[in-house]
């Protein structure tokens, strides 16, 4: 894993290291092609492959920011060069399907940001669940294009999962990327979470009118996310959500 | 999520901890599996350890209870002692319809 400091100078790799020496050079010019990446909030990370320690670190909100290259030439330049990141958000998490997928980013991403804007655990505990309602159905229907219409009956059948295993492990699903971000936002904080899917019909998917059935399996997701946040907007076809949360007591 | 299996006469327990996701439906299939071999009437999913769940877990825990009705059996939710997870089966309305009774 590559590391920077906030001052931008030392660059230093531990843990199990990927990128070897011969791309250093490599490396510290696309810093220094993207300003972005020098942030107010702490360090950079830039893993491949991106392992769940590094998300620890996030926890400790010891990095602003976390993205997962495929490999140690991966140029990212379609990552960093994103309107969002010129933003300068509290945190970017930009993270392939097949790594997001086993990782409890809602848990990480929840407490990066409560260390960041200090509130309460109430809060965080809700911001997870909705955060985690948010990134699955980015992961699973988003980017891994496996849809309600894929489960037999209600809910997660097998067929289902089979089908998320596979995509799991198959181009172009696996390499899509999940991207998440927070800012501050007048009213509290705005966490963004962004597919590359194909987006869906956000009218009647997040028709407020529907309600739980509490004898099936599915369809909770709409209900929880609506719950727990004070406002949501989506963009891009529904491949964008943004969640708004009041940050007040 | 981890589990243990542990059977007393008419019922089996599986107790599980950490967090309970989309991501262990693998781990729920294996359950499943076992589960369906087992010559028990009741069955007991042991929440107490679990520090976090979401509404795919919900909706595998359902079609488990589907299974077990065809099966004659009962399935029982023992629910966490995290405040979370009790908040999360709350705004998923789910208690009733799966059975949850405190740890």
């Not at chain 1, 988003?142 to 295993?165: M, P, Y």
């Not at chain 1, 936002?185 to 529907?210: C, R, T, Y």
């Not at chain 2, 999520?1 to 599980?16: A, C, S």
Request: proline fraction near 3%; glycine fraction near 6%; charged fraction near 20%.
């Amino acid at each position: 894993m590559l590391l920077r400091n906030e001052d931008g100078l030392n660059l230093s790799y531990h843990g199990d290291v990927v990128a070897q020496t011969v791309d250093y050079e490599g490396w510290q010019q696309f810093f220094v092609r993207h300003p972005a990446l020098f942030s107010e909030k702490g360090a950079v990370a830039i893993a491949a492959p991106l392992h769940e320690k590094d998300l620890e670190h996030v926890a400790e909100a010891k990095y602003a920011m976390v993205v997962e290259a495929l490999d140690p030439h991966d140029d990212l330049s379609g990552v960093l060069g994103t309107a969002i990141l010129k933003e300068k958000p509290a945190l970017f998490l930009s993270l392939t399907t097949a790594t997001a997928f086993h990782m409890p980013l809602s848990y990480y991403a929840s407490a990066t940001l409560q260390k960041m804007f200090s509130f309460s655990e109430d809060l965080r505990q809700g911001m997870e669940f909705c955060l985690q309602e948010a990134i699955s159905n980015a992961l699973i229907h988003g980017n891994l294009a496996v849809h309600s219409a894929q489960k037999t009956g209600d809910g997660e059948s097998e067929a289902f999962f089979n089908a998320v295993q596979n995509r799991l492990v198959e181009l172009p699903w696996k390499n899509r990327r999940l991207t998440l971000a927070a800012r501050s936002i007048h009213a509290g904080l705005q966490v963004m979470i962004e597919d590359e899917g194909d987006g869906f019909d956000v009218e009647k998917v997040m028709n407020p009118s529907k309600t739980i059935d509490p004898n099936k399996p599915s369809g909770r997701s709409a209900h929880i996310i609506r719950e727990l946040t004070a406002a949501r907007h989506y963009e891009l076809g529904g491949r964008r959500l943004l969640l708004d949360f009041s940050l007040k007591a | 999520m981890n589990y243990t299996v542990d059977i007393k006469g008419e019922t089996v327990t599986i107790t599980m901890s950490g967090r309970f996701t989309f991501s262990d439906y693998q781990i729920f299939a294996n359950i499943k599996q076992e589960l369906a071999q087992m010559n028990v009437r009741n069955i007991t999913i042991d929440f107490k350890s679990v520090n976090f769940i979401d509404s795919s877990a919900i909706g595998m825990l359902m079609h488990l209870q589907d299974e077990a009705k065809g099966r004659q059996q009962v399935l029982t939710v023992r629910n966490s002692v995290s405040p979370q997870v009790d908040r999360a089966l709350d705004i998923a309305r789910i208690k009733v319809a799966l059975n949850v009774v405190k740890s």
